[in-house]
């Protein structure tokens, strides 16, 4: 999550300079239940993580974990972190 509160998801792919790269996610409930469609439910017993940018709106960042949490993910965390100047 960047400070405004926005959803991202990294990329199978990396950049030139071999930093992740990342691809907005417009709706994180759609997201997550296309995520289960296609890799089944098991995957919602496997950890999720939201790093998320130590400025990100405290109201968003919950939001975001209920989203995950009502989707039916059981090991959902949040990570803050500094965002790289």
């Keep these: ?3 405004q509160g926005n959803t991202y998801r990294t990329l199978d ?3 030139r300079d071999g930093q992740l790269l990342y691809e907005q996610i ?3 409930s759609e ?3 296309q995520a ?9 017993k496997l950890p999720l993580r939201i790093d998320a940018d130590r ?10 974990l209920d989203t995950c949490k ?15 100047e």
């Design 1 to 3: 999550m960047d400070a």
């Design 26 to 28: 417009p709706n994180l």
């Design 70 to 84: 009502l989707a039916g993910f059981t090991n959902v965390g949040l990570k803050t972190r500094m965002r790289a």
């Design 36 to 44: 289960i469609t296609e890799k089944g439910p098991e995957i919602l």
């Design 55 to 64: 400025k990100t709106p405290f109201q968003k960042a919950i939001d975001a």
């Design 13 to 15: 792919e990396m950049g």
């Design 31 to 33: 997201h997550l239940q």
